[in-house]
C-alpha cells in the first residue's frame, strides 16, 4: 500500500485489509456468542457503516434481519450539533426486536447521542453499538459502545466506507491523513 491522493488532499496507510478482516471475524465472532439465538436486526448507520456491515453480518452464524438508517448531522446557529434522520427505521424493524446497531466511527459522539434515544423510543428489546472505529480524543458526548473495532488516535481517515467528501469508500484499506 502506498500513500493515495483523494480530492486535493494526501492520506497514508493505517490499516490493512488483513488487518481490519481479522478485527471484524472477531466482532462477528463475538456477537455470534451474544446473538445467534436472539434473530437481531443489524441496523447500518448509512452511508459509511456499509462496507463494515456486508463484512459483519457474514460473520455472524445465526439467524439475522438488516435494516438501514440515514443520518445527517449539521451544525446550527448555536453549539449544539443537531442530527437529522434521513432515513428512519419502521416500527416492525425495532419494537421487542435486539438491535445491533453498526457504525463506522464515534467521532464527537453528537450522532449517537442523538439517534439512540430515537430508537430507544421505538421500545426494542435491546441495543448493541457496534463502531467499527473510535476517536475517544474527539468525544464531546458520552456514548456507551458495546464493541469497538480500533481505537485509534484524532487524525481523519478514509477507506472501507468512510469517506472525504464523497471519495474513497470504497478503499479496501483504511488510510488517514498525511500531515
Ligand atoms: P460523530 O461526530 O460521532 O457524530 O460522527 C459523525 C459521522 O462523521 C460519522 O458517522 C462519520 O460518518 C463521520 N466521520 C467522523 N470522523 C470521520 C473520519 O475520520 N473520516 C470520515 N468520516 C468521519
Ligand atoms: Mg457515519
Known amino acids: 500500500m502506498s500513500t493515495i491522493q483523494l480530492h486535493d488532499l494526501q492520506f497514508e496507510p493505517f490499516l490493512s485489509d488483513a488487518t481490519i478482516q481479522n478485527r471484524v471475524a472477531e466482532l462477528g465472532a463475538t456477537l455470534t456468542a451474544s446473538h445467534a439465538q436472539l434473530q437481531p436486526v443489524f441496523m447500518v448507520m448509512l452511508k ?51 438491535i445491533i446497531l453498526v457504525e463506522d466511527i464515534v467521532d464527537s459522539g453528537n450522532t449517537m447521542a442523538s439517534f439512540l434515544p430515537q430508537l430507544q423510543a421505538q421500545s426494542p428489546a435491546s441495543i448493541t453499538l457496534v463502531s467499527l472505529l473510535f476517536k475517544p480524543d474527539m468525544l464531546e458526548q458520552k456514548v456507551n459502545i458495546d464493541h469497538v473495532g480500533f481505537v485509534i488516535p484524532p487524525k481523519f481517515v478514509v477507506g472501507y466506507g468512510l469517506d472525504y467528501n464523497g471519495l474513497g469508500r470504497n478503499l479496501k484499506a483504511i488510510f488517514q491523513l498525511k500531515e
Open 48 to 98: 459509511g457503516a456499509f462496507v463494515f456491515a456486508t463484512d459483519l453480518v457474514r460473520y455472524f452464524q445465526g439467524d439475522a434481519e438488516v435494516s438501514f438508517v440515514r443520518t445527517r448531522s449539521y451544525q446550527g446557529t448555536n453549539t449544539t450539533h443537531q442530527v437529522e434522520l434521513l432515513l428512519a427505521p419502521t416500527t416492525e424493524e425495532v419494537h421487542g426486536r435486539h
